[in-house]
């Protein structure tokens, strides 16, 4: 295969494509049927913008001494980016649950913790972090 940088060039990468995934059996269709949510990778941007977003500064003696990044918010806030449906942002939706918090929707909307973990992980995968969570978390700290 001959190296070549047309590949490359903008516009030749495959266009990110949405999966369904089946992450509550509690949410269905009239016929039963569970309702899948729809996931789409977010782009490397938007991902270091959360991971800004959820960098908390470490203080001592009132300086500031290091950073450190608060993965369960990271993790939630990476969900409501990347959930195209159902739509964690949605007024009426948030109106509902009597929250303004995305983040904190989907804890509502899966109030069953193995429901919101099979999220978290799908959501992972999506965006290419194929490792565990645990290992991601791990590998940032070092």
Do not use: H
């Not at 990468?13 to 269709?29: I, L, N, P």
């Not at 919101?116 to 290992?135: K, S, T």
């Amino acid at each position: 295969m001959a190296k070549t940088m047309d590949v490359f060039m903008k516009g030749k990468a495959k266009q990110v494509v949405t999966e369904e995934v089946v992450v509550s059996k509690r949410y269905t269709d009239e016929d039963g049927n569970p309702i899948p949510f729809v996931l789409k990778a977010i782009d490397t941007r938007r991902i270091e913008e959360l991971q800004d977003e959820c960098t908390i500064a470490q203080m001592k003696k009132g300086k500031k001494v290091g950073e450190t990044v608060d993965w369960k918010r990271f993790a939630s806030r990476l969900a409501v980016e990347t959930t195209v449906y159902p739509n964690f942002k949605d007024p009426e939706l948030l109106k509902s649950y009597n929250v303004v918090d995305p983040s904190e929707l989907i804890k509502e909307i899966l109030s069953v913790g193995g429901e919101y973990a099979e999220l978290v992980q799908a959501v992972q995968r999506v965006n290419g972090f194929d490792q565990d969570f645990e290992e991601l978390v791990e590998d940032a700290k070092n």
